[in-house]
């Protein structure tokens, strides 16, 4: 160990030894960004700075788990990246089914996709389909895979969800419009029965949501975090729990 890894060994200690673990958030949200950044500044291409980002999703989960955190929310891929190019699509695809399957492997995690499963191909979503049922067992934090991932689409399936439910019931479209409410669009998202994510954590440095989890996160703390994904350290999570349990969460009064 060298003296740079002592100094932040003693520096994580120093942080984690002040968070307030009443504080701790209950679902956390994760927007793992600048994979290839970090590959080109490291001289890699963009395939590894994927692999590179899907190897530190088991730290992040090895941190959440020495904390009272129940959900974390991993957003892996968006609606907008089947706009790359094929050549770093399908080995991305392929990244995200080998880490699905790790995660559910590991036994401490429940599995659960979140996104459109009809966007992807058959083999990742069977991938995901079988994650899902092998954990489904599993007491351990919810673990949810934002593959294929849009949040205009999320309230458009569960409006489309919600209508085809009370269709099926013969509900009238008067009759629906008197009982629609917030509560029962929430009932239809993808993650329905969870809590909505407390804090939300992007890396790389940029400044917005993107589209991640539009209705949920109506009252989430956000933390920006300047270091890419594949260089988010332990450190770097203390800091983000240390900041969300500063903040004073009024929601609105």
Not at 20 to 47: F, T
Not at 68 to 95: A, H, K
Request: charged share 25%; hydrophobic share 40%.
């Amino acid at each position: 160990m060298n003296l740079r890894d002592l100094v932040y060994g003693l520096y994580a200690r120093r942080v984690e030894g002040r968070l307030d673990h009443d504080q701790v958030p209950k679902h956390i949200g994760v927007i793992l960004d600048g994979n290839r950044r970090w590959a080109k500044a490291s001289g890699g291409s963009a395939v590894q700075g994927h692999q590179a980002g899907a190897d530190k999703i088991s730290e992040l989960l090895g941190w959440c788990s020495e904390t009272d955190v129940e959900v974390v929310t991993l957003w892996l891929l968006s609606t907008d990246n089947f706009d790359r190019p094929e050549g770093e699509l399908i080995p991305l695809l392929g990244i995200i089914e080998n880490t699905v399957r790790q995660l559910a492997s590991d036994g401490r995690w429940r599995v659960h996709h979140v996104g459109t499963l009809d966007l992807l191909p058959s083999r990742t979503q069977t991938v995901l389909k079988e994650a899902e049922e092998a954990t489904a067992g599993v007491d351990g934090i919810i673990v949810n895979v934002a593959v294929g991932y849009g949040g205009r689409q999320e309230i458009a399936d569960a409006v489309r969800s919600l209508l085809l439910e009370h269709s099926s019931r013969g509900t009238t479209f008067e009759e629906l419009a008197e009982i629609v409410s917030t509560d029962l669009i929430s009932e239809h998202l993808y993650t329905r029965g969870q809590p909505d994510p407390d804090l939300v954590i992007r890396t790389s440095g940029e400044q917005r949501l993107s589209g991640f989890m539009l209705w949920q996160s109506a009252h989430s703390e956000y933390y920006f975090c300047e270091v890419f994904w594949p260089a988010f350290r332990k450190v770097d999570f203390l800091r983000a729990l240390r900041d969300y349990a500063a903040r004073h969460r009024r929601y609105g009064a």
